[in-house]
């Protein structure tokens, strides 16, 4: 499975960006995703995630409210909306996919180590 994030770059405070992350090499459909975020001298945490179906997501407390994780399986693409940005935001953001779903539930989707396929980072900025 190749993934490939787009849509990172700078923006002010209080401002808005939409990641996409498109999948090429699996059934996308059947493949639940997830977006991450590694700041500088930081850990790679879970920011939101979405499962093969659509009909599970999970947000970590901090991006609750502000981002959203849709999927387009026509496309083959999850996307991250990411409105009222705040510079602790400023990350490089990645996005994963399993095709394990069996394992997959909202209760342990903020693990990296369920996702075995990673796309490269979109470095998002956000000014004070």
């Known amino acids: 499975v190749q993934l490939q994030a787009s849509g990172g770059g700078l923006v002010q405070a209080g401002g808005s960006l939409r990641l996409s992350c498109t999948a090429s090499?699996?059934?996308?459909?059947?493949?639940?995703m997830g977006w991450f975020r590694q700041a500088p001298g930081k850990e790679r945490d879970a920011v939101a995630a979405?499962?093969?179906?659509?009909?599970?997501?999970y947000y970590a407390v901090s991006v609750k409210g502000r981002f959203t994780i849709s999927r387009d399986n026509a496309k083959n693409t999850v996307y991250l909306q990411m409105d009222s940005l705040k510079p602790e935001d400023t990350a490089v953001y990645y996005c994963?996919?399993?095709?394990?779903?069996?394992?997959?539930?909202?209760?342990?989707?903020?693990?990296?180590?369920?996702?075995?396929?990673w796309g490269q980072g979109t470095l998002v900025t956000v000014s004070s």
């Open positions: 979405m499962s093969w179906s659509g009909g599970s997501t």
């Open positions: 994963a996919a399993t095709d394990r779903n069996s394992q997959w539930v909202v209760s342990t989707a903020r693990l990296a180590t369920n996702y075995e396929y």
């Open positions: 090499g699996r059934t996308f459909s059947s493949m639940s």
